[in-house]
């Protein structure tokens, strides 16, 4: 399969008057044309700031690009100058924010906020954007598209903004959709609603999405990949089946048991106990040694490989390595 | 059941906006509170759930119906009654970094509530008990010393929740608690409280919006929308059989986190958003968005009944008048 964007070992820093954070720590994934790639974990694992490395928004002073590389179709982003950097984004890679309420600018209507890139990139000529326009709004599920295009953000709710918002991301046909945390600030029956429609847009545009959100639930509903982050590196990545029901992190085993299930009777919840570490001077070892219930004297020291358990599942855990079980297996005939 | 600690009996909340527009936040809302049970109540944003609380809590004066607590009427009470009536009811507030004051040390955030109502004869009586709280919500005596900042949300919650413990009381409205806090933390937050109540015998409110989370803590569930009640049953029943045409949308709008579960099941989604509250419809609010909606729904307002043994609702499909109108075929699972 295609791989349309692969990113390979990034690290990204911020400098801060307290030190410099470490946020993106060496992080791999890959995205295939056409498929949806989950990038979970919770605030501040750096699945936002790696989504901004790949659209190359990480503002520079204070963070910077360290490390690494961005493919996006076999071409290192992290090398383009600014201006190619610009013919880019909106073009072949697109981006969808969490807050409906402020990613549109109030002053303007939604028609020439949706036409602008059309404009600015592909140079067509108003009456063919408008055209184009209309039927981006159809396409999202705005009724009346005609009408609404004179009318401004104020004028539409958070469910109709967020349709707006994707029908800006997509209306010049690229070929990655980033979506930070789509559907957080929406309420559930308007969420159901935005993800259906992610579905559909899927379908009809082939686009490939990279979603990044804390929701296990979406995640189930509409990723086909899942990597699951942890203080500034992806622990484990493999399709959705894969996390799901053969997980092997005790992170993402942790995650899992973490979150109360409608359809669960009665279980109790099982949290994690602690929080994540502080990324101004990160653990030389695993980042989650110190929470994991399965922490062996190695993990705190060094830092596992990745351990291929299938084609598509991978982890990083000494439990999984071999010979972090050959560790295992003579402390606990010790005891 | 054992004895009533709290009821709302058709509880009123308006309010004005000027130029003769009136916002209704909270119409004619009936329900009790047993002692030491948790009374869930959910609904997405706009519907008025946080309103209860706080005019359960006096912090808004009512419209019109009652709120009696143990007896007395709430609203009727002389300010030395209201008084004693806080040591009684106590809150914890959805955000844990707004909820704290940034300038104020953790041991003066839960000692001031001591001090307004002289709980104790000496200082050192007074930072015993501190000592005391912080232990009893999983932090410990040096964190009396330090300043919000200096905690992570969960934290942050659990100091929230130490200084809502402060004045020993038997009821506490819990608004959205852990709506703000990550997965993992959400699962301790909700532990915590668990297990407070237990050992306490606390009675609770938990006001929230995320429906799973809310069948995980509580013993009985209202529904509301749009400043209406529409649903009220024990948790498990409200799951395996939801009779009000919203409750079974917003109960198929969560997204379960179980890809075959999510894949397999039948979703039904409710088209439109929320009307709004200053010009709420005719008759159910509910029927510009409900799939069943009847004639008789838009000219009149759906009588609250109880169809079984604790499982009231409000809705035309289920009251014995509407038979003439339509047949009992509508009345599909449409789960």
Not at chain 1, 81 to 99: C, L, P
Not at chain 1, 247 to 264: A, E, F, I, M, N
Not at chain 2, 13 to 18: D, E, Q, R
Not at chain 2, 101 to 128: A, C, F, G, Y
């Amino acid at each position: 399969m295609e791989k349309i964007v692969e990113v390979k070992n990034l690290h990204v820093t911020f400098s801060t008057y307290g030190g410099t954070i470490q946020a993106v720590r060496g992080v791999n994934f890959y995205v295939n044309k056409g498929e949806t790639l989950a990038i979970v974990g919770e605030s501040g694992c750096g699945k936002s700031v790696t989504s901004n490395a790949i659209m190359r928004l990480i503002p520079d002073p204070p963070g910077k690009i360290t490390q690494g590389q961005v493919l996006f179709k076999g071409e290192d982003v992290t090398k383009f100058s600014e201006k190619k950097m610009r013919s880019i984004r909106g073009v072949d890679i697109s981006m969808i924010f969490q807050d409906p309420m402020t990613a549109l600018n109030p002053t303007l209507t939604i028609g020439s906020q949706l036409m602008e890139g059309l404009r600015q990139h592909q140079g067509i000529s108003s009456a063919r954007s408008k055209q184009k326009a209309i039927e981006m709004m159809e396409l999202v599920g705005i009724p009346n598209p005609e009408e609404r295009l004179k009318q401004y953000p104020h004028q539409f709710s958070g469910g109709m903004r967020q349709r707006i918002v994707i029908a800006i991301a997509l209306i010049c046909e690229p070929e990655l959709l980033i979506a930070d945390e789509p559907t957080t600030a929406l309420d559930v029956t308007i969420q159901a609603q935005i993800l259906e429609l992610f579905e559909k847009i899927q379908e009809v545009t082939g686009v490939s999405i990279i979603l990044i959100t804390h929701d296990l639930g979406v995640v189930a509903k509409i990723a086909d990949r899942i990597a699951v982050m942890y203080a500034g590196k992806i622990i484990e990545t493999g399709t959705k089946r894969d996390i799901f029901y053969k997980g092997q992190h005790p992170y993402t085993k942790g995650l899992l048991k973490s979150v109360p299930r409608l359809d669960v009777k009665g279980a109790a919840l099982t949290p994690i106990d602690g929080t994540p570490p502080d990324l101004f001077s990160p653990p030389a070892g695993c980042p989650f040694a110190p929470r994991c219930p399965y922490a062996m004297e190695v993990c705190n020291k060094i830092y596992p490989d990745t351990v291929q358990l299938s084609q598509s599942h991978e982890v990083n855990c000494w439990l999984q390595d071999e010979r972090g079980k050959r560790l295992l297996a003579t402390t606990t005939t010790k005891e | 059941m054992s004895q009533k600690v709290l009821s709302v009996e058709k509880l009123t909340k308006h309010f004005t906006l000027g130029k003769g527009r009136t916002l209704q936040a909270v119409n004619e809302v009936t329900f009790d509170i047993q002692k030491g049970e948790t009374f869930g109540l959910v609904g997405e944003s706009g519907c008025g759930k946080s309103t209860i609380g706080r005019t359960i809590m006096g912090l808004y004066e009512k419209t019109a119906g009652n709120v009696i607590y143990e007896g007395k009427n709430v609203h009727e009470l002389g300010e030395k009654d209201q008084f004693q009536l806080r040591k009684q009811m106590q809150m914890i507030f959805q955000d844990p970094y707004a909820s704290l004051n940034p300038r104020s040390t953790v041991r003066e955030v839960i000692s001031e509530p001591m001090e307004v109502h002289k709980l104790h004869k000496n200082k050192k009586e007074q930072l015993d008990d501190v000592y005391q709280l912080l232990e009893e919500v999983g932090l410990n005596r040096d964190h009396a010393n330090r300043y919000p900042h200096e905690f992570s949300g969960g934290q942050r919650q659990r100091i929230g929740i130490a200084r809502a413990l402060a004045l020993r009381p038997n009821f506490i409205i819990a608004d959205e608690p852990i709506s703000a806090l990550d997965v993992s933390v959400q699962a301790q937050v909700v532990n915590l409280l668990k297990e407070l109540q237990i050992t306490k015998g606390l009675t609770f409110l938990f006001i929230a919006h995320d429906l799973s989370m809310v069948k995980q803590i509580s013993d009985r569930i209202g529904v509301m929308y749009l400043g209406n009640m529409v649903e009220l049953t024990t948790s498990d029943r409200l799951y395996e059989n939801p009779l009000h045409p919203y409750t079974k949308a917003l109960l198929s709008a969560i997204p379960i986190p179980d890809p075959d579960v999510e894949e397999s099941r039948e979703r039904i989604i409710v088209e439109g958003e929320l009307p709004s509250p200053i010009n709420p419809p005719s008759g159910c609010v509910f029927r510009t968005r409900c799939p069943f909606a009847m004639e008789i729904c838009a000219t009149r307002k759906p009588k609250w009944q109880e169809i079984e043994d604790n499982h009231y609702v409000a809705c035309h499909l289920y009251s014995e008048e509407q038979e003439v109108n339509s047949s009992p075929k509508t009345i599909v699972n449409i789960r």
